[in-house]
């Protein structure tokens, strides 16, 4: 289970890293196909007219769901942002319980937003949003990836809170340790 | 609700949730979704979704993770090791020597990162011990690289400036541009100190370096030269209108691959490894970006950043008197926020304010970005101090202590760019097209 768990934020985590180095290359090839037409225009040659349709919607989408999978294991490798000077004030003992409500708490936030997320994404469905450009694309796409990361999110939160309250250490708090450690 | 028992429940929830550790973008959310209990007709399931969605997919924010990505390349490349040696030779001669080494390597790190922290650690390694071994003041060595790190935020590419843009629908290429003069009126007024220091502290300087051979010097600063390229290209696209942002951004993620590949400092090991980093710092920043969507659209419901603008309106306060409030109010909450917090929270709550008042939010991005760096270097929670407190093993007291005239420094930049708004103003308005 464990295991599971932790490979199944890291996959999440390398799909967010790949979407995010295919808006790269997307971008490069358009960038390049209007370098051609310029090429092609100085020679006096017909412009190949080399674009990719929707570039900036479908590079926005990407960017959105890239995000949303990537926050579990983000929150795994002690990379999201807060205030430790609480937490690092006390005992070992309570500071393990108030991480672990601090957890739960954010586990209830992250399944607000999940469930908020999925009738964004039944909404979509129903009144079959598409985007705007020359390429239509169904919105409850991308917005299936965000609630999907959201959901993932809550799991690997519930799961954090879980650790901690059967006094293991939490991801998290691994990953920040080895940081401030400087390595 | 009244706005007067709402106003404080809300800050309560803010701080109290922070206080106990809860991650900046949930707190956030939390702040956020009490508002719209308490105050807003609206059902807050509805809107989360939207203004989060909203608020993302936009398509100037792609700009982010590849400029964040262009840097942990060039961190991994052998870049940071020639930089001191590629820079000593330009400094031997001012007061303060080598110290000064810090100041322009954070300035060069800078323009191909816009991470504060990133630009802090990776000169500070380099640096640090090689100022202990030549026997330089520790305290100035420390304090300069803790100022001069935080230039990661305003010499352009800026990662604050980019979230800024996106939240407040700002041109993030005239904000880039509005940074690049402060940051340079910053980076003087470091050097003209440090200069001023070691003429009054001459006996706390070391003896001076024997000269160096003037071939090998220029052989270490010709290495320096594709990394300025590939700045002046980056750069110099988006102020010709020939590249948006993010284009401007992949092109210098294919430069800065291509220029570690061919100095074979770079692996292919070494290259998944920055494309992880760069995601992890993207979703972290993207998470409190969305936090930021929705609290802003829940103020706008209770009314409070209204209220807010119109009251101080009211008090007809001068703008240099506003600003000064500001910038008080700013550094005491720096002492507890990082940067990006700052920025997403005052997007939320204080914008209208500010445009009421008559001031430019490009200038306004720009003041807000000075006070964040100071936000870097203010203990208990700033980063810089986290960064090289790892490096040296001081504690962030002490190093904070060492940085105060930096700090002082950068009160001064902000003064003097709200008596002269064009130091940040001029440039974008001479920018072509867009």
């Not at chain 2, 979704?49 to 060039?74: N, Q, R, Y």
């Not at chain 2, 352009?156 to 340079?184: D, K």
């Amino acid at each position: 289970m464990r295991r599971m768990l932790d490979r199944l934020y890291e996959i999440a985590l390398w799909l967010a890293a790949m979407t995010f180095a295919l808006i790269a290359v997307l971008v490069l090839a358009q960038v390049l196909g209007r370098l051609t037409d310029r090429v092609a225009r100085f020679l006096a040659l017909p412009p190949p007219g080399l674009t990719i349709p929707s570039l900036a919607e479908f590079g926005a989408f990407l960017f959105t769901g890239a995000v949303f999978l990537g926050l579990a294991g983000t929150l795994q490798a002690g990379s999201h942002v807060r205030v430790k000077l609480l937490i690092r004030s006390l005992p070992e003992a309570p500071a393990r319980w108030l991480g672990a409500a601090v957890c739960l708490l954010a586990a209830g936030l992250a399944v607000f937003a999940t469930w908020s997320s999925g009738l964004q994404v039944v909404d979509s469905l129903k009144f079959g949003s598409v985007s705007y450009g020359m390429i239509p694309i169904p919105l409850a796409l991308p917005q299936g990836l965000m609630t999907a990361g959201l959901a993932l999110f809550a799991i690997a939160l519930v799961d954090s809170a879980v650790t901690l309250a059967r006094g293991g250490q939490a991801g998290f708090d691994l990953a920040e340790t080895r940081t401030e450690r400087g390595n | 609700m009244e706005i007067a028992t709402l106003a404080p429940i809300l800050l309560g929830v803010l701080f109290g949730t922070l206080a106990l550790g809860l991650w900046v973008g949930f707190a956030l959310i939390a702040v956020g979704l009490v508002a719209m209990i308490l105050a807003a007709p609206a059902p807050a399931e509805l809107v989360f979704a939207t203004k989060v969605w909203g608020g993302l997919s936009v398509w100037g924010l792609t700009a982010l993770p590849m400029f964040i990505w262009m840097g942990e390349i060039l961190v991994r490349s052998r870049l940071s090791s020639d930089m001191f040696s590629g820079l000593a030779p330009f400094t031997a001669r001012l007061p303060g020597r080598l110290l000064h080494v810090n100041v322009l390597a954070c300035g060069l790190f800078a323009a191909v990162s816009g991470s504060s922290a990133a630009t802090t650690a990776t000169i500070g390694r380099m640096s640090l011990p090689e100022l202990k071994s030549r026997g330089y003041d520790e305290r100035m060595a420390i304090g300069s690289l803790a100022g001069a790190g935080t230039f990661g935020f305003l010499i352009p590419p800026s990662i604050i400036l980019i979230v800024y843009g996106a939240a407040t629908e700002q041109s993030i290429a005239r904000l880039f541009l509005a940074g690049v003069m402060p940051g340079a009126l910053l980076a003087g007024l470091f050097v003209g100190w440090i200069m001023i220091w070691s003429l009054l502290n001459a006996d706390r300087m070391p003896v001076a370096e024997p000269p160096t051979d003037r071939r090998e010097a220029l052989g270490a600063m010709a290495r320096l030269l594709p990394v300025v390229a590939l700045i002046v290209a980056v750069i110099g696209s988006i102020y010709l209108g020939i590249a948006s942002p993010t284009e401007a951004a992949v092109i210098g993620v294919t430069g800065a691959i291509l220029l570690a590949w061919t100095t074979g400092g770079l692996s292919l090991h070494g290259l998944a490894d920055s494309l992880r980093a760069a995601t992890l710092t993207t979703c972290m920043i993207a998470f409190i970006l969305a936090g930021a969507s929705f609290l802003t659209v829940a103020m706008g419901y209770t009314g409070i950043p209204r209220e807010l603008a119109r009251m101080i309106g009211e008090m007809g306060l001068s703008q240099y008197q506003l600003l000064a409030m500001l910038t008080l109010f700013f550094i005491i909450m720096g002492m507890f926020l990082d940067g990006i917090s700052i920025v997403v929270l005052t997007v939320s709550i204080f914008l209208p304010m500010v445009t009421a008042a008559g001031i430019d939010p490009i200038w306004f991005g720009v003041f807000l970005v000075l006070v964040v760096e100071m936000s870097q270097i203010t203990p208990p929670v700033g980063f810089n101090l986290f960064v090289i407190q790892t490096i040296t093993g001081r504690d962030i007291f002490a190093i904070a202590r060492y940085a105060i005239p930096f700090f002082l420094l950068l009160v001064l930049a902000t003064a003097i760019l709200s008596v002269f708004p064009q130091i940040a103003l001029w440039l974008p308005s001479t920018m072509m097209s867009r």
